[in-house]
T-cell receptor
């Protein structure tokens, strides 16, 4: 199976932390990714995590992976207006294909 | 490094026509994948090219075909366009067996 699910919307106040959640179904996935898409633009790779890791931190971004529950989350610390965008979770299957969720629209309010 | 570049950025075609979209991968990358992103949805995998051959294919009809050239650039061709083919077409490049896949800005195709 290759279903990736995400909540559709998240509203957060500037300066707070954002947490975006994702569930996936393919237990053989090797890597899991977070991409950001701003209006009218392509996808920007934010970060990724190998499936045998639990956590990865990269500046304001923290990725948590619960492989047992097939749950992935992205935490953005000190959220800024420039973080307003659509965030996609993706899993990479053994054959290198990426399967994406429908995206979470994050709105940062002042 | 120019990153992944796609052309054209926008395109309007009529039903039944054919279209060719182009992608230049990031410098040094040898693998190109194409994705279709309909409005309000996540990208859907079309196919992947490596060493000038289609290595794997998603659930898209034969109207969708592609090519990879010796310089690793790639084309996506769509024949007999349907209204439902209107979407953002994204190209991603990567290095064989490496982790990161980088996307271009996409080509917005509108079929009228």
């Amino acid at each position: 199976g290759e279903d990736v699910e995400q909540s559709l919307f998240l509203s957060v106040r500037e300066g707070d932390s954002s947490v975006i959640n994702c569930t996936y179904t393919d237990s053989s996935s090797t890597y899991l990714y977070w991409y950001k898409q701003e209006p009218g633009a392509g996808l920007q790779l934010l970060t990724y995590i190998f499936s045998n890791m639990d956590m990865k931190q990269d500046q304001r971004l923290t990725v948590l992976l619960n492989k047992k529950d097939k749950h992935l989350s992205l935490r953005i610390a000190d959220t800024q207006t420039g973080d307003s965008a659509i965030y996609f979770c993706a899993e990479r299957e053994k054959n290198y294909k990426l399967s994406f969720g429908a995206g979470t629209t994050v709105t940062v309010r002042a | 490094d120019a990153g992944v570049t796609q052309s054209p950025t926008h395109l309007i075609k009529t039903r039944g026509q054919q279209v060719t979209l182009r992608c230049s991968p990031k410098s040094g990358h040898d693998t190109v994948s194409w994705y279709q992103q309909a409005l309000g949805q996540g990208p859907q995998f079309i196919f992947q090219y490596y060493e000038e051959e289609e290595r794997q294919r998603g659930n898209f009809p034969d109207r969708f075909s592609g090519h990879q050239f010796p310089n690793y650039s790639s084309e996506l061709n769509v024949n007999a366009l349907l209204l439902g083919d209107s979407a953002l077409y994204l190209c991603a490049s990567s290095l064989e067996r490496r982790t990161e896949a980088f996307f271009g800005q996409g080509t917005r195709l509108t079929v009228v």
